[in-house]
Structures are given as structure tokens and as C-alpha cells.
């Protein structure tokens, strides 16, 4: 339950660009009761998303008093020099992906950076376009504010209300800081993720149906689209070099280790590599900016509608607030399981109160 | 519901290793009521397997009909020949992830292959041992049988029995495709996953406090034992050191095409490896090794107890089988969401349903 009072924007809010955050943003600070002016180069983009309830058509004499500025990496200095002048109260932002980038461009251009900030929400899907929006993408991730010398603190605070407001967490980082981050969590690892899948086009048939969930997980981003990551490469190409470069040294060695696997240190090498490969998992938060501290109860659960929402009943009826649940079902299989993550002080009770209720419990993991 | 008579395979059968494959057969085996011996180098592990239930000890006068060798793959060879010799009636397999190394390690031992087929179940957990073992592991997974000429078609059968018993799908393939199959979708896969991960051990606490759902998918498997890892790398080095050539010289195309972004023909190169692996990744089938046709339905779901539980009793009211189901939920926020797949032509039905009982649709996706 939303309730009106609970935000820090007053809006309206103009937001530029109504593709997947654009729409976003839009669909939660409307929840919110705030007015929304959505705008894009798309007519029928703009149309769709306000069809989704992103917000409103522009009309003369709005003033809006925070801009966000949700278009891809290589127009948007462009798109931000554009509103700080059409709209001489407003406080810009944008979302992009890269920082650096927009900033120098902005600063060539000779734009009065008193009233922008960039900023880079750590969310999004596949999926692009208002059709994929949803209010909760920002829920519970990163938001990073990049700080610079021109705009005093006052100046900025609306960007961090408007975080705040969609549920992220605001992080100050400056722009250089910012960028060699993503370079490493984020733009690195797409572009590792697509020449791995890039492997898979000559795949016979035979190869891929033996694919299975790791191959899934460790390619799933690279059916990400190659036009909007063209840009962010483009304009992070140092930073991220860098890392493919340190990458490509590692690569060398597990190869030369593997051309001769029973060579004096061979074995080492391969088992140094994937030793670090486990350190540096280890660094990884968990799924909600933290390390996962739940426990987790696994329960076989009969391929029969209502049995899950039998299983979850009695999981409430024990008291018990589950933190989180997956399920796996194979269609034509009699049984699936169910993963739910507790509190690992409650893992035991609930154990037991499972199977006192008849519940098969087919594991259980700390 | 397991029927005793649903079952192709009588026993005895003789498990040797009771690691998470070894103790997993032997819980499936055991619910179907089959006579489950369990054997392993080490006392403890044997005892953990057979307190969970995944068999007995073995004594002298058991006569197994089929031996499953469950041990490292570098002495798979060893431990099949001599159970080929210490059980003269048997039929004897084994569950390595490689396959050509332990049948040549065996023709040079000089062993009659007659009673012996390799196998491999496409299934597994980072979490290793009989704690993670569980009876449901092979649903639905392909089986890798690896045929070769020394044995009958009617002297392998058991291990196709034994592979539909536990619900997986059994495919006959040689010992040579199935390691080049699993260098491309498997071992090359956990090498690129633990070089990019290796690259994470540096990272600063501002990096890491970036890291997002697509960081976390492409790193998972590299939390894998290196122990395990280097034996299966090194089993089945020729074959994952193509790959990784392949994917070497990609990795120098994309390092060159970013130390020049703004060079002619740069972007056309990034671009071409970003689409290579939208093409890749759309070969790799579904969940359930078929392609997902489901369609998903996003509702958003108060984070107090029972809500999730109400949520699927009124999908089951609605008469809908849930096909699958993801749980999202950002501790210290109010809501999370809850993504149903279900079959395409029950989803509008469905989600007309949810949102007259008066639950928010947060998405619907085809």
C-alpha cells in the first residue's frame, strides 16, 4: 500500500525518453500521485507508454521541476543541454549507463552545469520499451548519483529524492568512479557473457540439448541489445579494455596450461584460476545488496494445482515469514520442489512443523 | 505419488561414491524401493549417505545387477575395473562428466568392456555431497549414455532403465561427441565463468556494492570446486582448448575494436560480436530442455506473511496450473513481486481473475 504522503517528490516530473525506465520511473512516481509529462522522439513510443499510465503528454506552460533524461548513452548530453535551456528552473538528470562521457561532452558543449547531475539507476531487464516497464524495477537497487564540482548539494537533492521515492538506494561515487565500476560488474561481464553465447552458433543439435541451467545463467545477458551496448562500450572502452585485457592474460594461461594438462604445474595453474574464480564469487552481495544470510528448506511438492499454496498456508500458519522462494516443476514429472529461504534461526521449527504436517522435505541447507 | 511398480530397474543396485550423484540415485532408487548398496572410500561419507537414506552397506553374497561408479573422474577407470572384477554378473557404469579418457584409460588396462557403458547425467549443484543430495536431481535432465562397440545393445540396458527410473531422459551419443558437446556448453562455459569472476578478487567495495542480477548469473557456476573442476579440465583438455582458442580470438577482436571505438569499422565490429551472442544464446532450449512457451504474469504482493499463500490459493481457485514460479522480494521494502508463468492461453483469463480479486498486475508478457 502506497500512500500519497509517503514521498519526498512534489513533481511534476518531465521525463525524456519513455522506453523501459523512462516508463518506469514514470509508472511508480504516478503510484505515487506525482504528475508525470512523458516525452520521446517516438510518437507511438511516447503513445504506448502513457497507454501503460507512465504519464501525460507535455502541453505549454509546464514547469516541471525535476527532468530525467532515460534516451541511450550517445544522445544524451545532447538531450540534457536541450532541457536545461527550455526549462530554466528545472534540475536535470540522466540515467545512462556511462557517465564520463555525457559530462565531457556537456562541459565541450559549454553547457551551465549548475542544475544537472548524473545518475545511473542499477536496474533493468532483457526486455526494453514501456512494455516491459514496471513500477518496482528500482526497488531495493543501487542508485548511483554522480557528483561533480559545478552543482552545490542543495542543488542536487531532488535526484535523490526521486531515488528514494522509487525505493533504490542512493550511492554518491563521481563519475570516473562510477564508470570503472560498471566497467567491471557490469559492461565487462556483458561482453564476456556474448562471445561465450557467440560460441553456441555453430552448436550442433546434439550439443545443445545437453545445455543446462549453468550455461543458461552464464549466457543470459548476452540476449541483451547489441544497439544500446554498442554505445555504452563505446563510451567506457578504456576502463572496460582494461579489464578484458587482464582477462585475455588469464585466458592465455588456462590455455597454455591446457594444451599441456599433465606438463609439471599445469594442474596448479588450472586449479589457481578456478580457485580465484571462487574468491571472487565470494566478493559478489547477495541478491539484495547483502550477503545472503538465509537458510534454505527444500520440500517436495506434488504436481497438483493448490499444492503449493497449500505448502505456503502452512508455512504462515507456523508463523513463519518466508524471505524468499523458488520452484522448480518439470512438466510431466509427478513432483517439483520448492526452495524457501528463512531466517536460519527458524529453519529448524519450520523443518519440523513441515513434516509433522506430512510435508517430504528433501533437504536442507544452511 | 511413487508407485513401487513404477519401475523398470529390480535391483540390487550397488553405488559406489556417495557424493551428491552417488546419494541422489540412491535416495530415488531406495523411494521406488529398489535394495540400494552404497559403497565409498571414506567411512564418513558412506555413513552421512546412509543416514540420509540413500542406501545400506554393503555385505558379502549382495549380488548387484547394475554398479554405478560415482568417483572423480581421474579414477573412474580404476574403481570400474575392479568392480567389473569383484562382480562377475554385473553391468557397471559410471556418472564422470567426461567420457573418452576413463573407456581409453579401461582398453589399455586391457578390461573386457562387455559388461561396461558410460554414462553421464546433464545435472548437478555447486553444492557437493550426500548433504546436497537429493532424489528429484535427474527429472527431467538429459542422460548421457555413451555407447561403444564392446558391449550389446541388450547388455547396456539397465543404465536406460535406470536413467528413466529417475526421470531423466536418456540419449545415446559416442564417448567422442559427448566430450565435445560438454566442452562447449559445460567445461568451456565454467572456465569463462571463473576468469571473469578471478577478475572480481580485486575489486573494491564500491565496485562490488554495484553488482547486479546479470554479474551474479555469469559468475554462479564459478563457485565450483576447483578440485573437481581441474580433473574434468584436464580429462578433457583437446577438445575445451578449441573453444577457448575460438573465444580468445573474439576476445582480441572486441579489445581491438575498443581501443580504437571511434575507428571506421570498430562499432560494426562490437556490434557484430554483441548480435553473434544474441544468436547463440537463442539456441540454448528452456528450462526443461524444450523452448519456454509460458507467458508470465507479474502481480505485485505485500511482503507480510500468507500473501504469496493467498496469491496461489486464488490461482488455483481460478482452476490455472502454474507452470512456474519467481519470488522477488527486497527485504525493508513494502512490496515484492511474484512472477507466474502459465500456459499462453490462460493468461489473459488469469490475470482478468487476480485483478477482479483485486490484486495489482504488475506485467504480462508473452
Same mark, same amino acid.
Given at each position: 500500500?502506497i500512500?500519497?504522503?509517503?514521498?519526498?517528490l512534489?513533481g511534476p516530473?518531465?521525463?525524456?525518453?519513455?522506453?523501459?525506465?523512462?516508463?518506469?520511473?514514470?509508472l511508480?512516481?504516478?503510484?505515487?500521485?506525482?504528475?508525470?509529462?512523458?516525452?520521446?522522439?517516438?510518437?507511438?513510443? @511516447?503513445?504506448?507508454?502513457?497507454?501503460?499510465?507512465?504519464?501525460?503528454?507535455g502541453?505549454?506552460g509546464?514547469?516541471?521541476e @525535476?527532468?530525467?533524461?532515460?534516451?541511450?548513452?550517445?544522445?544524451? +548530453?545532447?538531450?540534457?543541454a536541450?532541457?536545461?535551456?527550455?526549462?530554466?528552473?528545472?534540475?536535470v538528470?540522466?540515467v545512462?549507463?556511462?557517465?564520463?562521457?555525457?559530462?565531457?561532452?556537456?562541459?565541450?558543449?559549454?553547457v551551465?552545469?549548475?542544475?544537472?547531475?548524473?545518475?545511473?539507476?542499477?536496474?533493468?531487464?532483457?526486455?526494453?520499451?514501456?512494455?516491459?516497464?514496471?513500477?518496482?524495477?528500482?526497488?531495493?537497487?543501487?542508485?548511483?548519483?554522480?557528483?561533480?564540482?559545478?552543482?552545490?548539494?542543495?542543488?542536487?537533492?531532488?535526484?535523490?529524492?526521486?531515488?528514494?521515492?522509487?525505493?533504490?538506494?542512493?550511492?554518491?561515487?563521481?563519475?570516473?568512479?562510477?564508470?570503472?565500476?560498471?566497467?567491471?560488474?557490469?559492461?565487462?561481464?556483458?561482453?564476456?557473457?556474448?562471445?561465450? +553465447?557467440?560460441?553456441?552458433?555453430?552448436?550442433?543439435?546434439?550439443?545443445?540439448?545437453?545445455?543446462?541451467?549453468? @550455461?543458461?545463467?552464464?549466457?543470459?545477458?548476452?540476449?541483451?541489445?547489441?544497439?544500446?551496448?554498442?554505445?555504452?562500450l563505446?563510451?567506457?572502452?578504456?576502463?572496460?579494455?582494461g579489464?578484458?585485457?587482464?582477462?585475455?592474460?588469464?585466458?592465455?594461461?588456462?590455455?597454455?596450461?591446457?594444451?599441456?594438462?599433465?606438463?609439471?604445474?599445469?594442474?596448479?595453474?588450472?586449479?589457481?584460476? @578456478?580457485?580465484g574464480?571462487?574468491a571472487?564469487?565470494?566478493?559478489?552481495?547477495?541478491?539484495?545488496?547483502?550477503?545472503?544470510?538465509?537458510?534454505?528448506?527444500?520440500?517436495?511438492?506434488?504436481d497438483?494445482?493448490?499444492?503449493? +499454496?497449500?505448502?505456503?498456508?502452512?508455512?504462515?500458519?507456523?508463523?513463519v515469514?518466508?524471505?524468499d522462494?523458488?520452484?522448480?516443476?518439470?512438466?510431466? +514429472?509427478?513432483?517439483?520442489?520448492?526452495?524457501?529461504?528463512?531466517?536460519?534461526?527458524?529453519?529448524e521449527?519450520?523443518?519440523?512443523?513441515?513434516?509433522?504436517?506430512?510435508?517430504?522435505i528433501?533437504?536442507?541447507?544452511?
Amino acid at each position: 500500500m502506497i500512500l500519497v504522503a509517503d514521498r519526498r517528490l512534489d513533481g511534476p516530473v518531465r521525463i525524456v525518453g519513455a522506453g523501459l525506465l523512462g516508463a518506469s520511473i514514470g509508472l511508480a512516481m504516478r503510484e505515487r500521485g506525482v504528475d508525470v509529462i512523458l516525452d520521446d522522439i517516438s510518437p507511438s513510443a @511516447l503513445e504506448l507508454a502513457i497507454d501503460y499510465g507512465a504519464g501525460r503528454a507535455g502541453v505549454d506552460g509546464d514547469e516541471p521541476e @525535476l527532468i530525467v533524461v532515460c534516451v541511450p548513452p550517445d544522445v544524451v +548530453a545532447r538531450v540534457v543541454a536541450a532541457e536545461l535551456a527550455a526549462h530554466p528552473q528545472a534540475l536535470v538528470t540522466d540515467v545512462a549507463s556511462v557517465k564520463v562521457a555525457p559530462l565531457e561532452e556537456l562541459r565541450t558543449l559549454g553547457v551551465d552545469l549548475s542544475r544537472y547531475i548524473g545518475s545511473h539507476p542499477m536496474a533493468g531487464r532483457e526486455r526494453g520499451g514501456a512494455i516491459s516497464a514496471r513500477a518496482d524495477l528500482f526497488i531495493g537497487r543501487p542508485w548511483v548519483i554522480a557528483g561533480h564540482d559545478d552543482i552545490s548539494y542543495r542543488g542536487a537533492a531532488k535526484v535523490e529524492q526521486l531515488a528514494l521515492d522509487l525505493g533504490a538506494l542512493p550511492i554518491e561515487m563521481s563519475a570516473d568512479e562510477h564508470d570503472r565500476n560498471v566497467a567491471l560488474v557490469s559492461h565487462a561481464p556483458q561482453v564476456v557473457a556474448s562471445l561465450l +553465447a557467440r560460441r553456441l552458433g555453430g552448436a550442433t543439435e546434439s550439443a545443445v540439448s545437453l545445455a543446462g541451467q549453468g @550455461l543458461r545463467d552464464t549466457t543470459r545477458i548476452a540476449s541483451s541489445e547489441p544497439e544500446l551496448w554498442v554505445q555504452i562500450l563505446g563510451a567506457n572502452a578504456e576502463p572496460v579494455v582494461g579489464i578484458l585485457r587482464a582477462l585475455r592474460d588469464d585466458l592465455d594461461g588456462m590455455i597454455a596450461a591446457l594444451e599441456q594438462p599433465k606438463a609439471p604445474g599445469s594442474r596448479r595453474a588450472i586449479a589457481e584460476s @578456478l580457485a580465484g574464480g571462487n574468491a571472487g564469487v565470494a566478493r559478489i552481495p547477495g541478491k539484495h545488496g547483502q550477503a545472503n544470510h538465509y537458510s534454505q528448506i527444500v520440500v517436495n511438492v506434488d504436481d497438483v494445482p493448490g499444492e503449493v +499454496a497449500r505448502l505456503l498456508t502452512e508455512i504462515g500458519e507456523a508463523g513463519v515469514n518466508m524471505e524468499d522462494l523458488r520452484l522448480e516443476h518439470s512438466p510431466g +514429472a509427478q513432483i517439483g520442489f520448492a526452495e524457501i529461504s528463512v531466517l536460519p534461526e527458524v529453519e529448524e521449527r519450520l523443518a519440523t512443523e513441515l513434516a509433522a504436517r506430512g510435508w517430504k522435505i528433501a533437504g536442507a541447507f544452511a
